[in-house]
């Protein structure tokens, strides 16, 4: 999964993630799924006052894993094909048909990305990596890499979909060049120590939600040289836990040159589903 900006208008800010599952005995077990969107808040930054709204989109890489309704069992799906936010995922494994059996009977839950499951302990991990990547940059947006927003969900309120949710948040810097100037790394860090980087630990039934941070900083890194001038703007996105950031700084890199050196001790509110964009924007001279 991966993170674009459009022009979108008000009623799209939040709908929520939809899969919609079938099974069929001879090729296996398949589905549909849509994201759900995240909230953006308002900004003003000059000629791109618009109301961008953020959104994600499905990519080759994701996997969805499902678990049974007693936690006795997993299945993992992967997607095939994907357009936007709209993507088919399916799995060829047989027990697939078995292990949906209930599926109009019974709740199941479903976690993104890289859920770990524990059948001793029931328990699902999925993780808020300290090394986060760009993997696109196109005009004045940025796109986060596969696998790094994690979701959780269920097929509770209608027995064919699964609406997913998540705890996971962002915080968006705005990078401008006084001319044409190019970066590849920003890292994130925390003045006081608080950690932001870690695991989100779920029950089986995607219920007693808890993060265990392990380090207080998040680095990311870029495949390529992101191009910024005055009039062309990179936003970067960092995936956070939902938090109060009481302060942080920030560094932004060409290879192993710093160019930007930035700090911001307000207090900053991450809120889950919601991209968090500061301002004023990081001038690399």
Not at 98 to 112: G, I
Request: aromatic share 12%.
């Amino acid at each position: 999964m991966k993170k674009v900006v459009r022009m979108m208008g008000f009623c799209a800010l939040m709908a929520l993630a939809l899969c919609s599952c079938k099974k069929n005995q001879t090729n296996g077990v398949s589905f549909t799924a849509t994201i759900a969107q995240p909230e953006s808040t308002s900004r003003t930054h000059g000629e791109f006052n618009a109301d961008h709204e953020y959104y994600l989109v499905w990519d080759d890489a994701d996997v969805i894993k499902i678990v049974n309704p007693d936690g006795s069992a997993t299945c993992d799906f992967a997607v095939v094909s994907h357009s936007g936010s709209n993507a088919y995922f399916r799995t060829d494994d047989a027990a697939a048909v078995t292990f949906l059996k209930d599926l109009e009977n019974e709740t199941y839950y479903a976690f993104y990305p890289n859920a770990v499951y524990d059948d001793v302990t029931k328990k699902v991990t999925m993780q808020i990596s300290n090394s986060q990547v760009v993997t696109e940059q196109v005009l004045d947006w940025g796109s986060f890499a596969d696998e790094t927003y994690p979701m959780y969900g269920d097929n509770s309120a209608q027995w064919d979909n699964f609406a997913f949710d998540s705890d996971a948040g962002f915080l968006t810097l705005v990078i401008k060049g006084m001319g044409q100037r190019y970066f590849d790394k920003v890292v994130l860090t925390t003045t006081d120590g608080m950690e932001i980087a870690g695991e989100l630990v779920y029950n089986y039934d995607g219920t007693g939600g808890a993060f265990v941070g392990t380090d207080d900083h998040i680095t990311i890194t870029s495949d390529h040289l992101i191009q910024v001038k005055p009039s062309l703007p990179a936003e970067i996105s960092f995936v956070l836990p939902e938090c109060t950031l009481n302060g942080f700084e920030v560094d932004v890199y060409n290879g192993s040159t710093l160019l930007v050196h930035k700090v911001c001790n307000a207090a900053v509110v991450i809120e889950a589903k919601k991209y968090k964009v500061i301002m004023p924007e990081l001038l690399i001279p």
